[in-house]
């Protein structure tokens, strides 16, 4: 495999994040919980966020449509946060061993520019990477090909010398779609794995 540069989606690749974080205790269940993300809080409407849309429109416009829940849906931004939860494990010193090896390393996310701002320099692991391409900056998401497009030009990369690392199987078919090397993460072990099966590590 030849791979000059590595790839990294950030949402629970290098930094874990799940609404059941706030949800669940709220709810008192994880069914509860789930019903809410699933019908209200969508991962669709969190989407529009990442895209570029202000949390604070994106808030008003589900509160005007399901005025009963205006509580709960106010609570996921306001709450963002609490939705954080530690590194995923392994990560940055996988990252590390991948810089030390002399790879560029860049990340391309789907997350707003309002909430990547409270994280961006909490977590060293983001500050090993060479560059980053925001979908909340660029206003499209994975997996679609623009975004994919953006990273590749801006950063002057050839597709087929780029790997991709992300847990959205979606998005690992849309980087393979544009001639980038993509793998489906799943934990750190299993990726250093597969990187050394590759001889990149």
């Not at 990294?8 to 919980?33: C, M, Q, T």
């Not at 939705?83 to 560029?104: Q, T, W």
């Not at 909490?122 to 679609?144: A, N, R, T």
Request: glycine fraction near 6%; include cysteine; charge should be negative.
């Amino acid at each position: 495999m030849t791979v000059d540069t590595i790839i990294f989606d950030f949402g629970n690749v290098l930094l874990e994040w799940d609404p059941h974080r706030i949800y669940d205790s709220y709810f008192g269940s994880r069914e509860k919980a789930s019903w809410f993300i699933e019908n209200i809080c969508t991962p669709e409407w969190n989407g529009e966020v990442d895209a570029g849309k202000s949390i604070a429109q994106a808030t008003q416009e589900l509160v005007a449509r399901h005025p009963v829940w205006e509580k709960e849906i106010r609570m996921y931004f306001d709450r963002w946060i609490e939705m954080i939860g530690s590194p995923v494990e392994g990560m940055y010193e996988l990252v590390n061993s991948v810089k030390a090896k002399g790879y560029r390393t860049l990340g391309l996310t789907n997350w707003s520019l309002e909430t990547f701002r409270l994280v961006r320099y909490e977590y060293p692991v983001f500050s090993l990477m060479d560059g980053m391409v925001i979908s909340g900056e660029e206003h499209c998401l994975k997996p679609d090909e623009k975004i994919f497009r953006i990273l590749l030009q801006r950063y002057s990369l050839e597709p087929s010398q780029c790997l991709f690392i992300d847990d959205n199987p979606d998005n690992v078919r849309g980087a393979e779609a544009l001639g980038i090397k993509a793998l489906q993460f799943s934990d750190a072990d299993s990726l250093r794995a597969d990187l050394e099966l590759a001889g990149i590590i």
